[in-house]
DNA sequence: ATCACTAACAATGGATACCATCATTAGTAG
DNA sequence: CTACTAATGATGGTATCCATTGTTAGTGAT
């Protein structure tokens, strides 16, 4: 029981939050439609929309032809009234975003980095994606309203890298100062595991589900989990690292794809897509191999559901191109371990799972800011009318 | 984002809870004191809790002598307002208790009963164990305000058991709608796991811990966990049942224990306990088998610490009993296997803790029925006085 | 016993935000 | 052009919270 008391003010917040969220839909809401929604009188919603216009936070469409009765004024959200940053710092790559308050890309880049590269040239390279997002917007450092960093290793609940094993130096890094130096707004450091199942739920194959799996498949496989719509983070922000059980043998699942003799040759970083694409073809001996990847992969994954019980498990991470021969193995395996089969489904976000689901994490901070700051935005979006 | 649009009454109740909450500590608190803990001014204070008072929620108690100034009123929660029942319905045994609006217990009553009793002797038993209780505490139905039962087997959210081994025929038993028949209040349904884990929270050894996972060790182990404050359910309401995964070797866990040659001959339900106690006393093979036990009995606590990292793994269930013999080879087991170990405490709640478990959702129910209906205990409450 | 001091109490008036109501307005349909 | 419809705009009323100011019931010193 988490209520705090509040004053006529913090009741007006309330409201205008939850006009704001009723507004937040595609589609465009008339006074009549949004009081319905909110519980408000009209009144009220029109005192609150008529301020939250004034605000810059939503603004007024064309009212629709050829209906019954007076035309009714309709408002929507506007997504554009501020932007924020998403980055993923991975091992081999940097990508940054920069997302409208909707979560939608306005601009991106990438950089491919090496893995032991020093930690100052890959915030350097994190910087550069990000300057090269903003000119590309057209918007400067004073636009952005919150930023936030998908990244490699267990993150905690300050933002610290704790914990990494592949990068060399990257354990410790403090990303909050050092994209607080360059940007007037807050900054939040997640796991990338964390990130993308927060992109999935919010703008993925998982919309709306409150109870999920991510499943981060690629050379590194880890997990992360959204319970009754919220991110697990964990006391230490070490949850979702069950792949690190022994019992679970998430940690060389690779070798699985590696085994098989026809590529043996292959570079490591592709080697897995060879053999997903030769068990597409209908290659026995590849197609068996992913069979007892699924199989390793079940058993964490397994330990996962049968700890949460979760409605559907998304599949992510590099692997989930090949979504097509991996899915159904998966589900073969998963099925005898579990005591509820949750629906199994692939992501669709590809690559920028991760940053889009940092800029997530950014614009569900300004939600929070909302919601309990006076002056969220240091009447940033004022200024912007 | 779930932020409900409200008018001046809301705000009220709004309030009114946030002085219930922060009167509901241990120490009665002056209106000074509670109006900066609320936030609330000093003359928003004093109209909340005359009308709580009126209303019987809070009572006043004498003020302190000897203090500076003018003796300030001092205001208690009055948990004796109310009262609750929680039950326990298990395969060998039906308790049921009473408490009070802070979870202490007024009456209780147990009653063994055989595994392979039939399901309405068992809700019979139930009843009886009830009607035991209300007489002992000298209270009607009337007086009751919501009932939560705690019982084996998977329970959905709806409070339907859906899945279930070792009673017979319990599977599909509507408690719900058995326990409204006689009483007119709310009534919930969980896994008895759960309901301990909370208990465990609310009145045991993890007092305000947010993030736990409870570990119900017995003759059938069990497991739930509370995160960030809440009570994991799962989609399906099967979360927490990791123990059944078959890399995680808890299901027969318990033939270590048996496998002692000393007591190879002992009843079923004596042989672990006589185990501990050699191991106790130094037994060497005891002692070696109580930790093959413990070394099972960490993969899966270990599946679930690295899932969700909490900060506190409490050791509950019969064999809770045992903690001194068990706690540490349990954490020596555990330690290899996680990422953070998490503290490792014993149960001090004993038999007890799934019917005050129940008690405490019966009391988080009035809470909730608190925040979202207008006159939740149909105006019971103002008829006791 | 009296007086100064302290901290809580009590009453007043003002501000904010919500709501119900009703006349008005800008459209469509015949 | 008129009837109808549904949204708009304005008014007055009510609930709730807050700041302020004077009052009260104690303690401690003279």
Redesign the pocket.
């Known amino acids: 029981m988490d209520v705090g008391?509040?004053?006529?003010?913090r009741?007006?917040r309330?409201?205008?939050l939850a006009c704001l969220g009723a507004l937040r839909g595609d589609v465009p809401l008339?006074?009549?439609?949004l009081s319905r929604r909110t519980?408000?009188?009209?009144?009220?919603?029109?005192?609150?929309v008529t301020e939250l216009e004034e605000r810059g936070w939503v603004e007024e469409v064309p009212?629709v032809?050829?209906?019954?009765?007076?035309?009714?004024?309709r408002y929507r959200f506007r997504s554009n009234a501020g932007h924020v940053v998403g980055l993923d710092i991975g091992v081999h790559k940097v990508l940054a975003t920069i997302t409208d308050l909707d979560g939608a890309m306005v601009a991106s880049a990438r950089t491919a980095v090496s893995a032991d590269l020093p930690r100052g040239e890959r915030l350097e390279a994190a910087d550069r994606a990000v300057a090269a997002c903003l000119s590309m917007a057209g918007l400067g450092q004073d636009d952005i309203w919150a930023v936030a960093a998908g990244t490699v290793g267990v993150v905690d609940r300050s933002g610290r890298v704790a914990r990494v094993h592949s990068i060399p130096d990257w354990a410790g890094v403090d990303l909050v100062s050092h994209f607080a130096a360059s940007f007037d707004a807050p900054v939040r450091v997640a796991n990338d595991s964390r990130a993308a199942a927060l992109a999935e739920q919010r703008l993925g194959v998982a919309q709306d589900v409150a109870d999920l799996v991510y499943l981060h498949v690629g050379r590194r496989p880890g997990a992360a989990s959204i319970i009754e719509g919220r991110l697990l983070q964990g006391f230490g922000g070490a949850a979702g690292e069950v792949g690190l059980l022994p019992a679970v043998r998430w940690m060389d699942m690779g070798r699985h794809l590696e085994s098989v003799p026809r590529f043996a040759g292959a570079p490591e970083e592709q080697v897995a897509g060879l053999v997903f694409a030769a068990a597409r073809e209908g290659d026995r001996e590849a197609a068996a191999a992913v069979e007892r990847f699924a199989a390793d992969l079940a058993v964490g994954t397994a330990a996962l559901v049968l700890t949460l019980d979760p409605e559907v498990v998304v599949l992510g991470g590099g692997f989930s191109r090949s979504g097509d021969v991996l899915l159904e193995p998966l589900r073969r395996a998963l099925a005898p371990l579990v005591l509820r089969m949750p629906e199994v489904r692939s992501s669709a976000l590809g690559e920028n799972c991760v940053v889009l689901g940092a800029a997530c994490i950014a614009i569900d901070h300004i939600n929070e800011l909302l919601l309990t700051e006076a002056d969220p935005l240091g009447s940033r979006l004022d200024r912007t009318r």
Chains 1, 2 share one sequence.
């Open positions: 008391g509040g004053d006529l003010q009741l007006r309330l409201n205008s008339t006074l009549a439609e519980g408000l009188s009209r009144a009220s919603t029109v005192e609150v009212p032809q050829g209906a019954m009765g007076r035309p009714a004024r």
